[in-house]
């Protein structure tokens, strides 16, 4: 849980900044396990020379850094064109430099380019770069074999790509996923400079192991973060999504301090389409906009913004998670360990009758009282969910309402007050029991779920409910899409199969509704 920070330039009014070439660690640095703290790391070995806008990737496995180019006079030729590892790059074991050098052809120096790493090849892939703005850099593709200094000797590869290729550009927003296609590596392109740009590319094969790699433009849509570089974002494997915050575009420069995810980021069988989280100067506290850099944590699901040494941002991506069928309450232990993991929203599904399947048996209403009750006196900010069932037999939908509110605070065991809780959504999506052809389908589903919403809104309680459904639950059982009587409700999609405790997939809005992003559950956030 550390930030590796080398290289870089101090400010300076003489025209050329001076270089630094010290490695430092931000210990904590996702914001969880105490306070931020620097570290300056003493590595041995013969250090690099000082450079500014160097790539630097780690390979996690062997705890390597690998360092390539940059420039030595504040991101102005020279440009460097080295190659350069730090073992032991965390510091545990003791940091030591040594330089690669592969043997010719070599990549031509740059500066501000990208690097990606694939850690089963061992390959480091680098694109594109620039001479402070100036384009005579090429926008050429170079794979560097044994990149972390072992199993042989390094060397350069250039790749000859079909397709494209996309302009020439420095400071894009580049990710890589080593397994996004069957026998592919795929890296994705997003923007950069210069000038600013807005198109979205893949290269496959981009470890030039399993075939031809090749250039593809990826349609967008009318929503995307629009013309920007941005030093500040990550790449989500598990849910295949690019996340990046801010930036700035030129002519101006304009500056940015917007939050935008990108899903299916790799074009992997889904729908390839941004998504604006945070609206631009929507948050009362958000780092300056700009050209902070930045890097992702996919454990805790953390975005990690510095402006400069004393700014540090931590942007919370997968802050709540859903209890569905747990089969008893949370221990002390695992209440401490949720909030290591910097969990802060639980969300509790709250069943209508005791032989639900929450879980199969009887006591499935105790144990989510149970689960409430802990949750609450944990500190945790927490909701509730509970699903609506389309069959004759159960009550319309202010009598499953008033059980749902029922079941929550009727225990005297573990006492549950409306007041403390976050949120109430509905479940439109239940399919035990029922199994669809779902008996109140179309205007008789719609009037149903009308009532149980009013009837939640009508109880001491401080706002709307929230529908938990999936597009195709919902407009099986309600025959329409998008309507009036509806869009003012915010949305959470349904997991659709992935484990509680994971993350979901990011939500995309459908029907122009509002929708809570990813896994977070924030009263009156959507």
Known sequence: NQLIVYGGANDSTTGCFTQVGDTWYVKNANGIGGAPVWQEASAAGTHPPARNRASAVYDQKNNRMIVFGGASCGGVAPLLQDAWVLENANGVGGATWMPLNPPEPLPAGRAEHSAVYDPIANTMTIFGGCDDGIMDVPNDVWVLKNANGTGGAPSWTPLTPTGGPPAPRCSAVVTYNALAKTASSVMTVYGGCCPSLADLWILSDANNSAGTPAWQQLAQGATAPGARESRAFGYDADINTVMLFGGYSYPGPVNYNDVWMLSDANDIGGTTAWVNTVAENSLPQSPPPGG???????????????????????????????????????????????????????????????????????????????????????????????????????????????????????????????????????????????????????????????????????????????????????????????????????????????????????????????????????????
């Open 292 to 526: 902070a850099s930045g890097t992702y944590d996919p454990a805790s699901k953390r975005l990690m913004v510095m402006q400069d040494p004393a700014d540090l941002w931590v942007m919370t991506t997968r802050n709540g998670i859903d209890v569905s069928c747990s089969s008893s309450p949370p221990t002390t232990a695992q209440l401490a360990a949720l909030k290591r993991e910097g969990i802060l929203y639980v969300v509790v599904k709250v069943p209508q009758y005791e032989s639900s399947d929450c879980p199969s048996g009887t006591g499935g209403i105790e144990r989510a009282q149970a689960q409430l009750n802990a949750f609450i006196t944990g500190g945790f900010k927490t909701a509730a969910y509970c699903n609506l069932l389309f069959e004759t037999g159960y009550g319309n939908g202010a009598y499953q309402a008033q059980k749902c509110l029922t079941n929550i605070t009727s225990s005297t065991t573990y006492p549950v007050q409306l007041s403390a809780l976050s949120f109430i959504a509905l479940d439109v999506e239940e399919r035990q029991p029922p199994q669809p052809p779902w008996p109140l389908v179309g205007p008789p589903a719609r009037a149903l779920i009308t009532k149980a919403a009013e009837t939640i809104a009508a109880a001491p309680y401080y706002q709307r409910p929230i529908i938990y459904t999936d597009p195709g639950d919902w407009i099986a059982i309600t025959g329409t899409g998008y309507g009036s009587t509806f869009s003012s409700y915010p949305l959470w999609l349904a997991h659709n199969g992935v484990p509680s405790l994971t993350p979901f997939p990011i939500a995309q809005p459908f029907y122009g509704w509002t929708f809570l992003s990813g896994k977070q559950y924030k009263p009156n956030v959507t």
